[in-house]
T-cell receptor
Framework: DAKTTQPPSMDCAEGRAANLPCNHSTISGNEYVYWYRQIHSQGPQYIIHGLKNNETNEMASLIITEDRKSSTLILPHATLRDTAVYYC????????????FGKGTRLSVIA | NAGVTQTPKFRILKIGQSMTLQCTQDMNHNYMYWYRQDPGMGLKLIYYSVGAGITDKGEVPNGYNVSRSTTEDFPLRLELAAPSQTSVYFCAGASGGLGASPLHFGNGTRLTVT
């Protein structure tokens, strides 16, 4: 079973920030938080990952709470092309354990 | 680099037929994975491989087989197709432990079994 909880769907106005929450209250100390997204019918795409510090790259920012029990993915200026299903996944940093995908959040960016 | 390439893009099988879904990568990935995605659902892991000659079962391996004779190729075999195997199949690769390198996915094979 997936160890994360995400809302099934969210809407966001084009040009505004999209804030996607993820609850991972049972996360253990050596588990990272990963975010992927899947645009309609395509293979999932890696976005960002982090352990406890906030992270930023050219696609998004990841904010992890101090107790690490939840996190938020931020798309600072959402566009129509950001409409996708977003998956929040926790797993250990190394080793062979594959990623386990849940149902994710369907983000709809509205013009 | 082509990345992770899957063929065919679409296929219709009759019940009981067999087929091989091809996956090849030119990114020197050691780790490769097969996932399936049913309509409206998340991805489920079928099989994975951590290197040539090594394969292991995922969450839903029944009805499938894999081989990894080379680093580049990771074919998925369906021996006796069943309607329950109607799904979209994604192959993915990663260079190492996933913390260091993210998964790169192919564009999928859409399979219908009737």
């Amino acid at each position: 079973d997936a160890k994360t909880t995400q809302p099934p769907s969210m809407d966001c106005a084009e040009g505004r920030a999209a804030n996607l929450p993820c609850n991972h209250s049972t996360i253990s100390g050596n588990e990272y938080v990963y975010w992927y997204r899947q645009i309609h019918s395509q293979g999932p795409q890696y976005i960002i990952h982090g352990l406890k510090n906030n992270e930023t790259n050219e696609m998004a920012s990841l904010i992890i709470t101090e107790d690490r029990k939840s996190s938020t993915l931020i798309l600072p200026h959402a566009t129509l092309r950001d409409t996708a299903v977003y998956y929040c996944i926790v797993r250990v940093y190394s080793g062979n354990t594959p990623l386990v995908f849940g149902k994710g959040t369907r983000l709809s960016v509205i013009a | 680099n082509a990345g992770v390439t899957q063929t065919p893009k679409f296929r219709i099988l009759k019940i009981g037929q067999s087929m091989t879904l091809q996956c090849t990568q030119d990114m020197n990935h050691n780790y490769m994975y097969w996932y399936r995605q049913d309509p409206g659902m998340g991805l489920k892991l079928i099989y994975y491989s951590v290197g040539a000659g090594i394969t292991d079962k995922g969450e839903v391996p029944n009805g499938y087989n894999v081989s990894r004779s080379t680093t580049e190729d990771f074919p998925l075999r369906l021996e006796l197709a069943a309607p329950s195997q109607t799904s979209v199949y994604f192959c993915a690769g990663a260079s190492g432990g996933l913390g260091a390198s993210p998964l790169h996915f192919g564009n999928g094979t859409r399979l219908t079994v009737t």
